[in-house]
């Protein structure tokens, strides 16, 4: 189950590591080391894959690909991707596992769990409905050609890359728009009110001349010491690509979307509704929670973790004195001028406010900070009204591009200064920049590992970090530590509503009644927070799952441990040897434990 966007997610967030080479011969295990056959497989298994996706060799400093994109929408990419899990996982299940240290036997399972999923999710065709309006391949785009994102902006040859790159990116487009089609006849289509969403951020880049365009801004900053030759020249050719390419490539998919695309696009919102849309959730919560849960079993968690996060809530009004009930709090808390800032700078200023404090309070309970940068950004205007409160971009272990905080100040009436902290310590620190740059900085990992990731430890550890807020020393304020609530409260929100789209027949009316009765959110909130949902299903399930199971082992921890128990130590552990499903990471915590008694 493969797409242009899941692409585009992996390279910008969590890369799926892989690479490029010629394989070698056959090596017999009888003389040659199991370690070494691994070790060998690894590399060349990155190398060859980053050679196929060479977005992801980009997001992580390599730039020897940095001329070209990856034909994802293609029959012939699908084929190679495919063709290359076959081969590694065959050559993989040659080596003996036994006969392997306990590292290298957590790389092998990791390997193989990958290319198990990868081969299970061809059956699911979701190259047929290759964009949404969260994950939309011109917004990708407009990023990278822009210069705020993974492509750089140097040297002349980084420009020239460029143009080289965005050729490739045109003939998507063109692919896209032809499974688009397929999709269509096929009845295998994206719901109509999301790709309504869509036509504006398209057409937002669908401008005059190509100065007005976004992809002009590596020309207004041309570094000062290109020759007036190569100012001369690639101004004219960046300005032909604008006008001649990337404009014309952007109506044509905003003409196919408006006239056609939506008039076939479905009234339903889940992934149940659509051909074999079951089975197609239920792989989707398998691989985003690392877990054989059920749907039916996730929405009963959810429905818990929701009485018992209110319950924490009511004692939060009692703190402050406030007379009413929960929906009362909730909307004193949305409409109270006291908890919002009146301008978008404001809020992003706030962020960057808290940047030197917590990073200092972190040291308390972590002996382990990623050497990475770290910077704060607001949002695009032209992604804000669809893109979620926060989100991360990973830096690169070379220092050439810091990891990156986007906090979304869209409708700032929505986005209260009550919920700063707890999204801080989630994106930043020590959430995603953590947990993300110092899997990265460890050079003793297989690069598969090092760029590699599971979502449920991911955005599990992220919400963890949000409930470390009192023991860190922040939350000092009462309503932000409801905030922290109302976060965490929002994960356990999306168990039932993301499950209750795609497996029980919610409508998106059914979410949003749910999401308002039951929580602080705005409506922009609440509909951004909705149609993600229905964007990427499953995805939402990670966030909660992953926590509960991060502390149900710190639990475990605590409990056998006794006064042996460092959370220092805990915490060093649950990060230093990066991603992995939820199983194994409880099977390394409980070694860990062992080791300790």
């Not at 899990?85 to 390997?111: G, H, K, M, V």
Request: aromatic content about 12%; glycine content about 6%; charged content about 25%.
């Amino acid at each position: 189950m493969k797409s242009f966007s899941a692409a585009l997610l992996a390279a910008t967030l969590f890369i799926s590591a892989c690479g490029g080479s010629d394989q070698p011969a056959a090596v017999s295990e009888e003389t040659v080391d199991a370690s070494a056959v691994l070790a060998t497989l690894f590399d060349e298994h990155f190398e060859r894959n980053l050679e196929l996706n060479p977005l992801s060799a980009t997001a992580i400093g390599d730039d020897r690909y940095d001329d070209r994109m990856a034909l994802s929408n293609s029959q012939e990419y699908r084929d190679a991707e495919t063709a290359l899990d076959e081969e590694f996982l065959t050559r993989l299940l040659a080596i003996d596992p036994e006969a392997l240290s306990y590292q290298e036997q957590l790389s092998y399972d990791i390997f193989r769990i990958k290319r198990e999923q990868s081969l299970e999710g061809n059956q699911f065709p979701s190259y047929l409905q290759p964009m949404n309006q969260f994950y939309l391949m011109t917004n990708f785009f407009v990023q990278l050609g822009s210069g705020s994102s993974l492509h750089p902006f140097k040297t002349v040859k980084n420009y020239d890359d460029f143009l080289s790159r965005a050729d490739d990116f045109v003939t998507n487009i063109d692919l896209a728009i032809d499974n688009m089609k397929e999709g269509m006849r096929q009845g295998i289509v994206q719901p109509k009110i999301l790709m309504v969403k869509v036509i504006p951020q398209i057409e937002a880049h669908i401008v005059d001349s190509a100065e007005e365009s976004k992809f002009w801004m590596p020309i207004t900053n041309m570094p000062e010491e290109f020759s007036a030759e190569d100012r001369e020249r690639l101004t004219a050719a960046y300005k032909d690509a604008i006008e001649n390419k990337f404009i014309p490539a952007f109506e044509r998919l905003n003409n196919f979307i408006g006239d056609e695309y939506i008039a076939a696009s479905r009234d339903t919102v889940g992934r149940g509704d659509q051909p074999n849309g079951k089975n197609w959730y239920a792989y989707m919560v398998k691989v985003r929670t690392t877990t054989d849960m059920t749907p039916d079993e996730i929405h009963q968690i959810g429905l818990d973790e929701v009485a018992r996060i209110h319950g924490e809530m009511h004692a939060v009004m009692e703190e402050v004195g406030f007379e009413g009930d929960l929906k009362d709090f909730f909307d004193f808390l949305n409409t109270d001028d006291q908890f919002f800032y009146d301008e978008p700078d404001d809020l992003i200023q706030g962020y960057r406010d808290m940047s030197d404090n917590i990073e200092n309070l972190a040291k308390s309970i972590f002996d382990v900070a990623p050497k990475t940068a770290f910077e704060v950004r607001r949002v695009e205007a032209f992604r804000e009204a669809s893109a979620s409160g926060g989100s991360y971009m990973a830096g690169t272990p070379d220092g050439s591009r810091p990891g990156v905080f986007y906090a979304n100040a869209y409708n700032i009436k929505a986005r209260p200064k009550w919920a700063m902290e707890s999204l801080y310590l989630h994106e930043a620190i020590p959430g995603h920049h953590f947990q993300i740059s110092l899997q990265r900085e460890n050079e003793d990992l297989p690069r598969a590992r090092r760029f590699g990731g599971f979502t449920a430890y991911s955005e599990g550890w992220g919400l963890y970090a949000e409930t470390l807020g009192k023991e860190l020393g922040v939350y000092t304020d009462p309503y932000q530590y409801f905030g922290a609530l109302n976060a965490e409260l929002w994960r356990a929100l999306r168990l039932v509503v993301d499950t209750g789209l795609h497996a029980k027949g919610w409508s998106r009316q059914d979410v949003l009644d749910y999401m308002y009765e039951n929580s602080a959110v705005a409506p922009a909130r609440a509909i951004s927070e909705a149609e993600r949902f229905m964007a990427i299903p499953g995805q939402a399930l990670a966030y909660k799952i992953g926590q509960l199971k991060i502390r149900e082992i710190r639990n475990n921890a605590e409990e056998r441990l006794g006064d042996k128990f460092d959370v220092i130590a805990f915490h060093r552990e649950i990060l230093k040897d990066g991603a992995m499903p939820l199983s194994m990471l409880e099977s390394k915590l409980d070694r860990w434990i062992d080791e300790q008694l």
